[in-house]
């Protein structure tokens, strides 16, 4: 298990090194169908870390399969091509100390690739590319998701800071024009969002709960897990944010925790995960973050 871990953060790592940011995807959803995200050949998209690492590949098509499952259909792996690693997660029935039932996890590690780096595959149905879509339509996207959040925190606009009060269950906002872009708004807002799910009333996560002050490992941890739901929700309502200069410090920072602590990252994507899920009323009960 260890080893896995080693390898998430290992390519998290690197990517953060040459200035990138993992989560953020260089090319705009142009497909009709709107299955833009990572998702295997039967259109099953991944999640948790799986969906950061493979969101972070260069291929237009985020469509990915086993090397097994090219031959299934038809073609083949072109020689030298590398693959990406990616987790798969199983719950095994098992038995607890007590000697009642329970659930243990597995996890095992596969390899897929992009069908870009395969040929003689059925060649996939032609999905018309949409029009260019109005200036403010991901704005408008995001408008809906903070709309639908079931449960939500008060929103408060006004002063120069953004912040979520546990105690108030309150978010405080700067006026939406103080905003340089309209991204940058519904990023912190989303990041605050992300640490409104932790409320007792919610997930109650611990850092929350017990309001972990500035500084502290848990505050970091939260920290995390909050800027990973911003990103997963940019995702979900088509928001191209640019990479600004201070969130690629804020993660230059989370390398040295990553390093001393391998399973950081993967524990964080999988609390955002649930957070992203809260936030827009879906459940995901006793399902894997990817699909092999």
């Known amino acids: 298990m260890s080893k896995i871990h080693d ?3 290992a390519r998290i790592l690197d990517a953060l090194k040459e200035g990138k940011v993992p989560w953020r995807k260089p090319w705009k959803a142009m497909r009709a169908s709107g299955n833009a995200q990572p998702h295997n050949i039967k ?15 260069p291929y237009e098509d985020p469509t990915y399969l086993t090397f097994k499952q090219a031959l299934e259909l038809g073609g083949c792996v072109r020689k030298g091509e590398h693959g990406i690693p990616v987790i798969f997660w199983k719950l095994l029935d098992g038995e607890s100390e007590d000697g009642g039932p329970c659930k243990i996890p597995f996890a095992r590690q596969y390899t897929v690739f992009n069908v870009a780096q395969c040929d003689g595959l059925p060649a996939a149905p032609e999905e018309p590319l949409l029009p ?9 996207t995001a408008e809906a998701i903070w709309d639908g959040f079931p449960n939500k925190p008060g929103l408060l606009h006004g002063g120069d800071r953004a912040l979520y009060s546990p105690q108030r269950d309150q978010i405080w906002m700067p006026k939406r024009e103080a905003f340089e872009t309209p991204e940058g708004y519904y990023e912190t807002l989303f990041h605050e969002a992300g640490h409104s799910t ?12 017990t309001a972990s002050y500035f500084g502290a490992k848990d505050y970091s941890r939260e920290e995390l897990v909050a800027e990973l739901t911003a990103a997963f929700l940019c995702a979900a309502a088509g928001i191209d944010q640019p990479v600004f200069e201070n969130m690629v410090a804020y993660l230059q920072g989370w390398m040295s925790r990553l390093k001393e602590e391998p399973d950081a990252f993967i524990t964080a994507a999988s609390r955002a995960q649930r957070a992203m899920d809260y936030i827009l009323g879906k459940t995901f009960e006793d399902q894997p973050e990817v699909a092999a």
């Open 7 to 9: 390898l998430v953060t």
């Open 43 to 57: 259109g099953r998209p991944y999640r948790g870390a799986n969906w950061f690492l493979l969101g972070m590949m």
């Open 132 to 140: 260019t879509p109005p200036a403010f339509d991901p704005i408008l």
């Open 198 to 209: 932790g409320h007792q009333s919610r997930l109650a996560r611990k850092e929350i709960v």
